[in-house]
């Protein structure tokens, strides 16, 4: 679709047409594969109503409900962009980015403790994983850093509870493997007074791989689902 920043043309420059030789094509954004992978084989198996949280650097949502994975008209279910005018959130950045962020700023403003793990790297040193190994490493200022993200993400969650009334909410992708603090901080900062139950928040399995995953998952739906029907047409040509 069209955008003001030319976002999608940059993203999918002419995909379709440049695939048109493939008897069967289908374009999905990054979380939309994500939530397919979580689904077949990840945390959501067995799963109807589910969202994957793609996390790291920025926000994405795949939406499953009543077993289907949610598309809207021009593909954009999911985007998060409206984050921007959350309370509490404030962006669309991602976990990791938002620790790295905080990390660094108090690195800037003198506020780490001296011989923590954080105070002993280069600002060039600190991104959204460093400051979660040292989270789960102990390190103080990393701690406090991943229960402020975590709380941000329990507000994120609420929201898209509160808009897909999901059973399930799984963080998922690369940053999955470092965000054990932060999903404990959201858990315990969950509010308890939302109209609908608090969706179960739980990390994924699949790792870095997921939308490769979720890409060929989907691939294999869609042969299994087209491929003899395409086939025949093309005898009959």
Do not use: K
Not at 15 to 20: E, G, I, K, S, T
Not at 103 to 118: D, M, N, Q, T, W
């Amino acid at each position: 679709p069209r955008h003001p920043d030319g976002f999608w043309g940059r993203m999918n420059p002419h995909l379709a047409d440049a695939l048109d030789w493939a008897p069967l094509v289908r374009i999905d954004n990054d979380a939309s594969l994500a939530a397919v992978a979580e689904g077949n084989v990840g945390a959501a198996l067995g799963c109807s109503d589910y969202i994957t949280l793609l996390a790291g650097e920025r926000l994405g949502a795949g939406v499953v409900v009543d077993g289907h994975l949610l598309r809207g008209a021009h593909g954009g279910v999911g985007e998060m962009v409206a984050f921007d005018h959350v309370e509490g959130v404030g962006s669309a950045n991602g976990l990791g980015a938002m620790a790295a962020t905080w990390a660094r700023a108090a690195a800037e403003g003198g506020r780490l403790s001296p011989g923590g793990v954080l105070a002993s790297m280069s600002e060039e040193a600190i991104d959204g994983r460093a400051v979660l190994e040292a989270a789960a490493g102990g390190d103080p200022d990393a701690r406090a850093i991943a229960e402020r993200v975590g709380e941000v993400l329990a507000r994120i969650v609420s929201v898209l509870g509160s808009m897909y009334d999901p059973q399930r909410v799984v963080v998922s992708g690369a940053v999955a493997a470092g965000v054990d603090d932060v999903v404990a901080a959201a858990r315990r900062a969950l509010p308890t007074d939302l109209h609908l139950p608090a969706p179960e928040l739980v990390i994924s399995p699949l790792g870095a791989d997921v939308v490769v995953t979720g890409a060929v998952s989907a691939a294999a739906e869609a042969a299994r689902a087209a491929a003899l029907d395409v086939w025949a047409a093309r005898r009959a040509d």
